[in-house]
């Protein structure tokens, strides 16, 4: 319900033009909500409802269906969340660099 909601937010926010400088979402490094957090946020709450439909089981279960001890599904599941991470804080920066008028960068 949160993603859902947090991505209604991002969407009002994106469709009016409202200057919203930082998501919040990462503590102090800013992340200025943008299409593609509007998109993870979606893709979260969808994943997130299939797995309430589904019982989902828990993490042990998953891991004992997974060769190789689940080492590969781990690596798999830090590497999306580093990307998801970098996706929405250092992908987002320099969208809204580009988009920041000249000489309005930090310092100026």
Known sequence: GFYAAFA???ALALARRAPV???GCFGARQSPPT???LVLNL???AVAAAVAAGGGGNLAAAMRGQPLAGVPF???AAT???LAWAVLTVLAQAIAASRAP???GPGN
């Open 43 to 45: 893709a979260a709450a």
């Open 80 to 82: 999306a969340t580093a």
């Open 102 to 104: 000249a000489g309005a």
């Open 21 to 23: 400088a930082d998501c």
């Open 8 to 10: 209604g937010f991002v």
């Open 35 to 37: 299409a593609l957090h």
């Open 74 to 76: 781990l690596l798999l």
